[in-house]
């Protein structure tokens, strides 16, 4: 949907291959600022984070302005 890859999200976050590839493996939990940067690139590739309202939390695309 974002046709991201992940070395573009890595380095759009400014955080090493590595780190994500084990991060989405469940090798080891990230730093808060490690996840803080992550958001913020995915946010700016037009993910939006949904808080939780009853069903979880969650994560969709941002509308686009029309």
């Known amino acids: 949907m974002l046709n991201l890859k992940r070395e573009d ?9 590595s780190t994500l590839f084990d991060f989405e493996s469940g ?5 808060p600022r490690t996840l803080a940067a ?9 993910v939006e984070f949904i808080a939780e309202n ?12 029309a």
């Not at 009853?54 to 302005?65: C, F, H, N, T, Y």
Request: net charge positive; charged share 20%.
């Open 9 to 17: 999200l890595a380095t759009t976050a400014q955080v090493g291959h």
């Open 27 to 31: 090798r080891r939990q990230p730093h």
């Open 54 to 65: 009853g069903g979880g939390p969650g994560v969709r695309l941002r509308k686009s302005a």
């Open 38 to 46: 992550i958001r913020i690139a995915l946010e700016a590739a037009g």
